[in-house]
C-alpha cells in the first residue's frame, strides 16, 4: 500500500500542526503585502516601502525553508527509502528554482 502523504498525484496530506504553521506564515506575508500596498497608495517614502519589502521577502523565505524542511523529511526520505532516485533530481531541481 502506498504512503498518502505524498502520491503520484503530487499532493500531500499535512498534519494539522504543518498547516496552521504554513498557514500562519502565510498569512503574515499577506499582510505585508498589504501594508507595502497601503505604503505605496499612500506616497511613503521609498526606503521606507523597500524596508518592509525585505521584511516580506524574509518572511516568505521563512515559509519556503519551513516547507522544503518538511519536504526533505518526509516525501524525500520516504522515496530514497523505497528506491525512488528520481526524487533527489526533482529536489535538485527545486533548489535550483528556490536559489535564483
Do not use: P
Amino acid at each position: 500500500m502506498e504512503d498518502k502523504a505524498c502520491n503520484c498525484h503530487k499532493t500531500k496530506e499535512r498534519s494539522q500542526e504543518e498547516y496552521k504553521r504554513l498557514i500562519h506564515r502565510l498569512n503574515r506575508v499577506e499582510g505585508q503585502i498589504r501594508g507595502i500596498r497601503g505604503m505605496v497608495e499612500k506616497s511613503a517614502y521609498c526606503t521606507d516601502i523597500l524596508d518592509q519589502v525585505a521584511a516580506a521577502n524574509a518572511a516568505l523565505n521563512a515559509f519556503s525553508r519551513e516547507l522544503l524542511a518538511e519536504h526533505i523529511r518526509t516525501c524525500v526520505a520516504r522515496d530514497i527509502r523505497a528506491g525512488k532516485d528520481e526524487t533527489l533530481d526533482e529536489l535538485i531541481a527545486t533548489l535550483q528554482k528556490l536559489m535564483k
